[in-house]
């Protein structure tokens, strides 16, 4: 069976003072029949690690060289020194404002194994696409070139339109995507396949987590805006803990 895992993106949000959120998560932890991880700004990666002891800690992107003369870059090496044990790879934000396409971003997730990270590689369709019927190739073809032949990933279907807009895709919607993702992962790696964790992330809130959850092929969820606050994020984390 697949790991069931909730994740909070914290994007460019968290000060010294939010450290308080992420005790409260990770308490609350403690009770919780799944796996948590958050991915604090870089900035608060080392108390995260040391604070926070019931969950796991995750960057927010890393650089696919080991160092070097790259301002302002992180590398997976560095992430793992902090105590981290997670990278996210090719969320849509660094796609689109930063310009990464696949390639790159295979090679961010085989820097990241090469760390001992886990990367939760990110993938997903634009609204045009969605709407010509083009999701699932779309998907898949980003996956087939951002997805290395390894493996310890995980991956999250990120529809681009339904994040940060409170806009999520049918129930039927996310059952085919994730059904397409997992017979592809067999078709990759075999039995191997069957057990790689698959998140659905985009709009997740406490309201709508239990029904997202019950898709058979969702084993947890990305989460940006409700992942901020526990109040907001502990109802997820306990949905998919009873799921
Ligand atoms: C995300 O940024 O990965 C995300 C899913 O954001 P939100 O939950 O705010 O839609």
């Not at 040391?50 to 060289?65: N, V």
């Not at 369709?125 to 087939?144: F, H, P």
């Amino acid at each position: 069976m697949p790991t069931k895992i909730a994740a909070g993106n914290w994007k460019m949000n968290g000060l010294q003072t939010d450290m308080l959120e992420l005790q409260l998560i990770s308490k609350a932890a403690e009770q919780m029949d799944c796996r948590t991880i958050i991915c604090p700004p870089t900035t608060l990666l080392g108390n995260a690690t040391k604070f926070s002891k019931e969950i796991f800690i995750g960057g927010q992107d890393c650089h696919p060289e080991p160092s070097g003369a790259y301002t302002g870059d992180i590398s997976a090496n560095m992430l793992a020194d902090t105590g981290a044990s997670y990278v996210l790879v090719g969320h849509s934000e660094r796609r689109s404002y930063h310009g990464e396409n696949s390639t790159i971003v295979r090679a961010k997730a085989e820097a990241a194994i090469a760390a001992t990270l886990k990367p939760v590689i990110c993938v997903g369709e634009n609204l045009q696409q969605r709407k010509s019927g083009d999701a699932i190739e779309t998907v898949s073809s980003q996956i087939k070139d951002s997805v290395p032949a390894n493996s310890e990933i995980i991956l999250a279907y990120e529809p681009i339109w339904a994040i940060g807009t409170g806009v999520i895709p049918s129930f039927k919607e996310i059952c085919q995507m994730h059904d397409a993702i997992r017979a592809l992962l067999i078709k990759n790696y075999g039995s191997i396949g069957q057990k790689i964790s698959i998140l659905y992330g985009g709009s997740v809130k406490p309201s709508n987590a239990a029904e997202i959850f019950s898709a058979t092929n969702v084993n947890g969820a990305l989460v940006g805006g409700a992942s901020l606050k526990s109040t907001d994020f502990i109802p997820i984390m306990r949905a998919l803990s009873k799921s």
